[in-house]
């Protein structure tokens, strides 16, 4: 794990913005956001989520739309609004949203390679490997 700084904006109103440091976490599928800092952007909560923590606890926490720019890119995307003292975290669904993937050996983020079914057919040709 390492961090980067991320700016994160409320969908509605981009101009609101603040740049965070965020703890870039493979293992976490959504974004985390403290509620306070959500609140203060105005990402309104809009549905909730059951997760499970890396100690094997269940906690529900409410989720907002945000949009999260990171080295130029920029993705509207779910975030959990964590409790007061949750760390920022930069889940695995942004960062494909973004089109990044991490490099363990420097710590840093890089564009991820994109993979495609086919080109080549229409998509009425596909026909499924039977196994």
Known sequence: MFRVRVRISPLEERSRQ?????????????????????????????RRLTATLANGERITREMGRAELEYGGLSTPTWVILGAEKDVSILGAITLEELGLEVDPRARALRPAEAYLLSTLHSPGSFVPAVG
């Open 18 to 46: 603040r740049e965070v440091e965020m703890v870039v976490d493979t293992g976490a599928t959504y974004s985390v956001v403290p509620r306070p800092l959500a609140e203060e952007l105005g990402i309104a909560p809009s």
